[in-house]
């Protein structure tokens, strides 16, 4: 299960449709409290994580900012610094 869901605006380049799916994905597991649903379940999961995605990208597409966008790379080293830190290693 997911601990956090990683910002996707502003980056150069931009998001792809894969990590938009990835974040719906990351958040309706949140939710549900599940990982993986049952049979049962299943349609009305998958469900849920298109329409999120869908309006995640609704979203990303719509947003103005004036600050330059963030370089990846960048930010991955910063992430890996903040966790050596927390972490120790």
Do not use: W
Not at 62 to 76: F, W
Request: hydrophobic share 45%.
């Amino acid at each position: 299960m997911c601990r956090n869901i990683r910002p996707l605006a502003n980056f150069e380049p931009p998001v792809t449709d894969d990590e938009v799916h990835a974040a719906a994905l990351q958040y309706v597991r949140k939710i549900s409290g599940t990982a993986k649903p049952s049979r049962a379940n299943a349609e009305v999961f998958d469900r849920a994580v298109a329409e999120v995605a869908e309006a995640s990208a609704r979203l990303l597409a719509a947003l103005v900012t004036t600050a330059p966008p963030k370089d990846r790379e960048e930010e991955a080293a910063k992430a890996r610094r903040r966790a050596a830190l927390r972490y120790g290693s």
